[in-house]
């Protein structure tokens, strides 16, 4: 049996994406244990994955790097087969390159990649989708087609939020973490302006982005 390790600790929109690896390697390895490692606050969005053996988590806000530390000792100790990298920052190559796995794939971006066995190249404005970019990491292992990412909401996930689909509605994610992704808290408001008569607006996002969907509201 495999044990794949597919790494991606940044934010939320990236793990969605990266579960489109996790699809596919299932598909191509129905008896395979496939392993994910994420940043603390986003193990909520795997909890009932049915393809994940076990969800790691990295705590990057307390003791970021003791953390690092334990959390690459962990993944040596779990003897990987394939270890796959999606992200490109020298603290995920650490934890590739010291892994021990079989095979340690990852962009070429990353600072570390002289060390892994298999590195493609990550670009940006070839019209390419992100998810198209991550399957080149596992084109070898099974073909060139990504798969669609794909998340598995328990059934009181659906329960909860069946009071909020009883009219039409838009969802809207007016926060980033990065400044330069944010749309001023004006624009959200006027676009808010334009269709608040005719359906419900849903302001999205996180406990850190509450005080700025308040601000909009």
């Known amino acids: 049996m495999k044990k794949f390790l597919v790494i991606q600790t940044a934010f939320i929109g990236d793990v969605i994406l990266a579960t489109s690896i996790v699809e596919k390697l299932i598909q191509f390895y129905p008896e395979s244990q496939i392993d994910f490692l ?13 393809f994940i053996n076990e969800v790691l988590i990295w705590d990057k806000k307390n ?14 100790r779990s003897r990987y087969d394939v270890v796959i990298n999606l992200q490109r920052f020298a603290s995920s190559g650490l934890i590739t390159t010291l892994s021990g796995a079989k095979q340690k794939i990852g962009f ?7 060390s892994f066995t298999k590195k493609v190249e990550h670009q940006i404005g070839n019209g390419k989708h992100e998810i ?5 990491l596992i084109a070898e ?24 689909k009883r009219q039409e509605y838009v969802c809207m994610a007016p926060t980033s973490v990065w400044f330069t992704k944010q749309l ?7 676009l808010i302006h ?6 419900m607006i849903y302001l999205l996002g996180g406990k850190a982005d509450l005080e700025q969907c308040e601000e909009i509201k």
């Open 141 to 164: 292992l099974t073909d060139s087609r990504p798969s669609k990412p794909k998340l598995y909401p328990s059934n009181k996930n659906y329960e909860d939020v069946e009071q909020y």
């Open 184 to 190: 001023p808290k004006e624009k959200w408001i006027q």
């Open 63 to 76: 003791k970021k790097y003791d953390n690092l530390k334990q959390i690459t000792k962990q993944v040596a």
């Open 132 to 136: 198209e970019r991550n399957q080149l």
């Open 38 to 50: 994420l940043r603390k606050g986003n193990e909520g969005l795997l909890e009932n994955h049915p």
């Open 194 to 199: 334009t269709i608040k008569d005719k359906q």
């Open 108 to 114: 070429k971006k990353n600072p570390l990649s002289f």
